[in-house]
């Protein structure tokens, strides 16, 4: 049986989202990244989403590469393509790695699809300035 963690408490009230999103917050990285394995996925990737940025990059950073990647197939594309571009390319490289190819192709798929369009939109600034 799972041990009640300080998320599952908090995850109890889903209604409540902002006040939810602020105790999140407030607790440590350690404590986060010791109890978020101890829930459900699907709750998992919600406490990550309610993260601010920066902690919750540190709190992924934290997790065993093999929950890395369970958390990460669990939310969704582009809070995925997000949170791996935030890493450092070896830690990118495990959890892609890691990742089934369907899963892999997608997301190349759409990094190639957005690096489409950036470079369009800055062709469009460049001959607009020119």
Do not use: Y
């Not at 394995?37 to 601010?52: F, N, Y």
């Not at 940025?53 to 582009?78: C, G, H, N, R």
């Not at 890691?98 to 489409?116: K, Y």
């Amino acid at each position: 049986m799972m041990s009640c963690t300080v998320l599952d408490i908090l995850l109890e009230n889903l209604t409540q989202l902002d006040a939810m999103e602020r105790q999140v917050n407030h607790l440590s990285v350690a404590e986060i990244a010791r109890s978020l394995p101890k829930i459900p996925l699907h709750r998992q990737g919600l406490i990550l989403l309610l993260l601010q940025k920066d902690k919750a990059i540190s709190v992924f950073k934290q997790l065993q590469v093999s929950e890395q990647t369970k958390l990460f197939q669990e939310i969704d594309l582009p809070e995925a393509i997000w949170l791996l571009t935030a890493l450092r390319p070896i830690d990118r490289h495990q959890i892609f790695a890691n990742l089934p190819t369907a899963m892999r192709e997608e997301f190349v798929s759409t990094m190639a699809s957005e690096f489409c369009r950036a470079t369009a939109a800055l062709r469009g600034i460049m001959v607009r300035t020119v």
